[in-house]
């Protein structure tokens, strides 16, 4: 799977994630928000939410990410490296931005996710969105996580569960990848923000979008 998704040149899917976020009485509650994404290798990213009353859209195009809220119209770029990897890094440290499933769009993402893993099991042959996937599970100190990968020529993944182990609730993110477009027609302009009508510019990532 690490294989075959590092060496597409780019592709498109839907993603429905579900973050877990637990209240500081021990609630779990969860957040629901779907995107369509598209990537460019070696450095162009794109992902835009879909009927969210955020509508928070990202973009990258090998020079600058831009982030822009659409519940108040305001964006804001900055600088990022080269490369999709050393953005996603960048994107993580300094801005807390995570697009959905970033860990698999790594060019080498079977390091990154095998990096603490200390076991790891086929559980079985499951059905998602009518396709026959394999469903994986692995164990690590910090973290355990499982996928589900599409059976057969274009081994991606449909279904991608982290479990995080190092707070007592062990909240869960989970992301499902449907309507896969393995090496999509992408131009440039696709990866290149045009600010919206009325759109403002501010003066750091709207990261704490939230409707008026």
Known sequence: MTQYLGGLQSFKMHSISVD???TTEGQKIQVLADSNIAVARPNRLQSTQVDSPTGLSFWY???????YCKASN?????PAPPTLDAMIDQARKEFHIEAPGADLLYANAYGDLTE???SGMLVG????????????AFQGDEVDWQIWIKDGPE?????????TKTMKEQPQFTVTMVKWEPNAALSDSSFAFKPPAGA???D????NCAPK
């Open 116 to 118: 603490q893993v200390r």
């Open 125 to 136: 042959h499951e059905t998602i969105e009518g396709a026959r996937t394999n469903h994986l």
């Open 61 to 67: 195009d090998g020079k600058t990410m831009t982030l």
């Open 200 to 202: 403002k510019k501010v």
């Open 74 to 78: 305001t964006y804001d770029s900055v």
């Open 204 to 207: 750091q990532l709207p990261t």
């Open 155 to 163: 081994p991606v993944p449909l279904r991608f569960v982290i479990t």
């Open 20 to 22: 877990e976020v637990v």
